[in-house]
């Protein structure tokens, strides 16, 4: 291929070759395929953009082959296809994008092929879609702006989805139907429409250290599915619940997970009829430290400390505008059965040699603001000295009036801080 536009069909009948697309196009109208791999194997096409016909690339029964750099856009129905047992493919940083059905489609047992920095963006349905497939791996992928959703394993085993990217779908960053034994570790889905993570029904899937944030409803929801393992994962920022299990759940184990700051709490099961292991799960909020002296001018660089059951769990200073940044903290530990025990918060801030302890309360994310008296005779040096520069010079009796007048404030600042320590 010579870098011109080609208005028909690839059709590739042999094995072993590999094409260099050098920029070419090739241009459908609406029907047929692009490219065309009937039980080929070992060819490599690369450097490639086809647009326009009902398939981009259509891998049948074939195996072995490598497809890299290219883009399908613009297809009636999919991007990329490896249908019937196309097994041991890899795909490498191929674009898919404004498909009308899937970006990537794996179909009809086509198993252990390797989908890596692959992009499907603005697709009608899925942006990655596996059917009835095992033993796949995808590895940093990106699936954002789908229709439906950005991966979905349906009728699926066995599995490895690792390091992807779902965000801004209208539905789910990932879901799974029907699905069981597959591996979803490190990924992350942000801003979908309906959730992060969706599973229903499915069972002995395993989802690990996997972020969902900022999503409209949920950021990981488990619907009539039964032992699926969910550890280490987070979800924070979302609309409705964290984790939500709805339906018949059960025996499904949510351990060690973080809930922060989502709309409707951490953890949600009343919907839920199975039994369910919570252990070690958590529900946080943020904290933001404000230190201020008692007029309220903001202190920059005072010590802030934040312990956990006595446990302390982050250290920082404010800046100059008294503040710290905003802090994890958890507010609740989930027992096995869900129930809860409330985390006691200490925070204590040093400044200018004093310090203040306090016990937080953190069922909501919130500023807590600490005082510390205001620096004793700083209002009352600067008058004196400019009235003695202005008498053309300092004389000793305006070291006594100033010397007077600094302690007097200190004695006063002192008594007030005394005081409002005793009632505190």
Same mark, same amino acid.
């Given at each position: ?31 047929g ?13 690369y450097?490639?953009?086809?647009t ?16 890299t ?31 009308t /059905? ?19 963006n603005?697709?009608? /349905?899925?942006?990655f879609? $596996? ?46 139907f ?38 409209t ?27 939500? $299990?709805?339906?018949n ?29 919570f252990?070690g ?70 400044y ?10 953190m069922s ?21 000295? $400019? ?14 009036a ?13 008594l ?9």
């Amino acid at each position: 291929m010579n870098g011109s536009v080609y208005t028909e069909t690839i059709v590739v009948t042999v094995d072993n070759i590999v094409i260099d697309g050098n920029g070419s196009i090739v241009l459908g109208s609406g029907s047929g395929y692009g490219f065309n791999l009937n039980g080929r194997s070992n060819v490599t096409i690369y450097n490639v953009t086809v647009t326009g016909w009902q398939v981009g690339f259509y891998l049948y029964s074939s195996s072995k082959n490598n497809l890299t750099g290219n883009t399908a856009s613009h297809n009636t129905i999919y991007g990329f296809v490896l249908d019937f047992s196309s097994n041991n493919n890899i795909l490498y940083a191929n674009n898919a994008n404004n498909n009308t /059905e899937y970006g990537f489609a794996l179909d009809s047992t086509s198993n252990n092929n390797t989908f890596r920095i692959n992009t499907a963006n603005y697709n009608t /349905e899925y942006g990655f879609a $596996l059917d009835s497939t095992s033993n796949n791996t995808l590895l940093g992928n990106t699936a954002n702006y789908n229709t439906l959703c950005g991966f979905a394993l349906n009728f699926s085993s066995y599995n490895n989805l690792t390091g992807n990217t779902a965000n801004n779908n209208t539905q789910y960053g990932f879901a799974l139907f029907s699905s069981s034994n597959n591996n979803l570790t490190g990924n992350t889905a942000n801003y979908n429409g309906y959730g992060g993570f969706y599973i229903d029904p499915s069972w002995y899937n395993t989802l690990t250290d996997n972020n969902a944030d900022y999503n409209t409803l949920y950021g990981f929801h488990v619907y009539n599915s039964s032992n699926n393992n969910l550890t280490g994962n987070s979800a924070s920022n979302n609309n409705g619940y964290g984790f939500y $299990l709805s339906g018949n759940s059960t025996g499904n184990n949510i351990t060690g997970n973080t809930a922060l700051n989502n709309t409707n709490g951490g953890y949600d099961w009343s919907t839920c009829t199975g039994i369910n292991d919570f252990t070690g799960c958590v529900v946080a909020y943020y904290l933001c430290v404000n230190v201020t002296d008692t007029s309220g001018s903001p202190l920059s660089g005072a010590d802030v400390e934040v312990l956990s059951n006595g446990t302390v769990i982050y250290t920082t200073t404010t800046g100059s505008n008294g503040l710290t940044s905003w802090i994890d903290v958890p507010y609740q530990t989930l027992m096995t059965d869900g129930t809860t025990t409330n985390n006691t918060i200490t925070v204590t801030v040093q400044y200018s040699g004093s310090n203040i302890t306090r016990t937080v309360d953190m069922s909501s994310s919130h500023v807590e603001t600490f005082q510390f008296p205001k620096a004793a005779g700083s209002s009352l040096i600067l008058p004196v000295l $400019l009235l003695a520069g202005t008498q053309g010079g300092v004389s000793p009796m305006v070291y006594v009036a100033v010397g007077i007048a600094v302690v007097g404030v200190a004695i006063v600042a002192g008594l007030v801080y005394y005081f409002r320590r005793m009632k505190a």
